[in-house]
T-cell receptor, first 114, second 109 residues
Framework: NAGVTQTPKFRVLKTGQSMTLLCAQDMNHEYMYWYRQDPGMGLRLIHYSVGEGTTAKGEVPDGYNVSRLKKQNFLLGLESAAPSQTSVYFC?????????????FGDGTRLSIL | GQNIDQPTEMTATEGAIVQINCTYQ??????LFWYQQHAGEAPTFLSYNVLDGLEEKGRFSSFLSRSKGYSYLLLKELQMKDSASYLCARDNYGQNFVFGPGTRLSVLP
């Protein structure tokens, strides 16, 4: 049972570099989410998607872009990395918006920007 | 606003009972979730409440009062492995979740 898989698990970037974080889920879930988690601040929503081909902004979208070209994949891009984007990034998926269904999380990507 | 408030840290003794409170803004409310997150790991689902009252699941129970915008997670017979952060999350119009800052629970022997 793979569930939600994030790649890479760790990455160190220099300021100004770009990269893409990949999230893949094998549960046929409609909804997918990208969060960042910083000490003392909990999980903050960056972008989310309620279906293939759709995306929406969350609480902290600036400096990030996303794409959902395939239902199973949700990509998070950093065009020009900044030290403030040093964080742990979590991807999550959810079957639909029906109330009782929880989000399922990947193991996270630890990203450091120097 | 969509603020969710939880205590930052709590400490309890092995075998005891602890209650972790969560308050939230009620507009757009579509359900309340609790997650457990051990250090360095992903959050895992614990419980869901949408109606007023108590939901019991083994050693863990969760309570909701919709009118007060209040929930709590009750952990009984605490074990060392219960040391973790506990995250309260509000389902926001069925679209996304708003998470609280998390409560870090330390269980002492």
């Amino acid at each position: 049972n793979a569930g939600v898989t994030q790649t890479p698990k760790f990455r160190v970037l220099k300021t100004g570099q770009s990269m893409t974080l990949l999230c893949a889920q094998d549960m046929n879930h409609e909804y997918m989410y990208w969060y960042r988690q910083d000490p003392g601040m909990g999980l903050r929503l960056i972008h989310y998607s309620v279906g293939e081909g759709t995306t929406a902004k969350g609480e902290v979208p600036d400096g990030y872009n996303v794409s959902r070209l395939k239902k199973q994949n949700f990509l998070l891009g950093l065009e020009s990395a900044a030290p403030s984007q040093t964080s742990v990034y979590f991807c999550a998926s959810r079957d639909s918006g029906q109330g009782h269904q929880p989000q399922h999380f990947g193991d996270g990507t630890r990203l450091s920007i120097l | 606003g969509q603020n969710i408030d939880q205590p930052t840290e709590m400490t309890a003794t092995e075998g005891a009972i602890v209650q972790i409170n969560c308050t939230y803004q009620t507009s757009g409310f579509n359900g309340l979730f609790w997650y457990q997150q051990h250090a360095g790991e992903a959050p895992t689902f614990l419980s869901y409440n949408v109606l007023d009252g108590l939901e019991e699941k083994g050693r863990f129970s969760s309570f909701l009062s919709r009118s007060k915008g209040y929930s709590y997670l009750l952990l009984k017979e605490l074990q060392m492995k219960d040391s973790a952060s506990y995250l309260c999350a509000r389902d926001n119009y069925g679209q996304n979740f708003v998470f609280g800052p998390g409560t870090r629970l330390s269980v002492l022997p």
